[in-house]
């Protein structure tokens, strides 16, 4: 959404944390206010940082008095693109990617409000493609554009080998993908209004290891 172009990616980032307190706060049935410093205490922020996060989209609470949980929840799903449904594309059906498609399925299945779903796999093994996963076909490959296209994929999600990752980021792109979130431990290149995210459980535990000397 072009209206929100200058806002940091760090911004962005904690948008997802407020969503969530506010998603856990509506299901538990807390429907009134939620001040600053209870929506920042539950989402690890300061106080001060989710007034001026929020602010940056306009106005939300009344100083003082909080913010009304259900109007900030569907107004930070709006912000986020939550409010309709995001179709996605995973290329790679091996271990991670099955799991992947498990999972979001078992969400999408769950929750009427998670708007982000798998619609599409893809993989290059003959032995894979043209073949049903939980229900959903295989694509070769090849395929990407045109599924792409057909299924109005808008984000893909990468879980092939490393030394293919790139490769299959460059056909995303030329497909006119413009969100990739990279599960493959390699350090992937997009061009200007492409957006990456990557995932990687190994760099956390090795992170983690460090303080285990201590
Ligand atoms: N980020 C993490 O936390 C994390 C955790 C586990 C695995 N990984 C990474 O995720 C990736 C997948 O791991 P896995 O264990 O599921 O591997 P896997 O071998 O089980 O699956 C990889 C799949 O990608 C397919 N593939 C290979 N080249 C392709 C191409 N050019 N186009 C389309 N499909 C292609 C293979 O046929 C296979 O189905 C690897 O890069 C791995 O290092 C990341």
Same mark, same amino acid.
């Given at each position: 959404?072009? =209206? ?18 506010? &998603? ?17 205490? =539950? ?29 900030? =929840?569907?107004?930070?799903?709006? #912000? ?10 995973? #290329? ?13 399925? !078992? =969400?999408?299945? &769950? ?29 070769? #490959? ?11 994929? !808008? ?11 790139? !490769? ?11 969100? #990739? *979130? ?25 992170? *983690?290891?460090?303080?285990?000397? &201590?």
């Amino acid at each position: 959404m072009m =209206r929100w172009k200058k806002i940091s990616d760090a911004v962005v980032r904690r948008l997802p944390l407020y969503l969530r307190v506010l &998603e856990e706060a509506h299901q538990s049935g807390e429907t009134k206010l939620m001040s600053s410093h209870e929506l920042g205490e =539950r989402a690890g922020v300061s106080p001060a940082l989710v007034r001026k996060d929020l602010a940056w989209f306009g106005e939300f609470g009344k100083q003082g008095v909080g913010y009304e949980v259900g109007y900030l =929840r569907e107004e930070l799903r709006k #912000i986020l693109n939550l409010d309709r449904e995001i179709r996605i594309g995973l #290329i790679g059906v091996g271990s991670l990617g099955h799991a992947l498609v498990r999972y979001n399925q !078992q =969400r999408y299945a &769950e929750d009427s409000h998670f708007n982000l779903h798998i619609v599409a796999l893809f993989d290059n093994d003959p032995s894979k493609v043209h073949r049903q996963l939980d229900g959903m076909l295989i694509h070769p #490959i090849d395929a990407l554009a045109e599924v792409t296209k057909q299924e109005r994929l !808008q984000m893909a999600i990468v879980t092939v080998p490393a030394a293919a990752a790139q !490769q299959v980021a460059d056909r995303c792109v030329e497909a006119g993908i413009r969100a #990739i *979130l990279n599960f493959a431990p390699a350090k992937l290149v997009v061009p200007a209004g492409v957006y990456l995210a990557n995932a990687d459980v190994s760099l956390e535990m090795q992170r *983690l290891a460090y303080y285990l000397g &201590e």
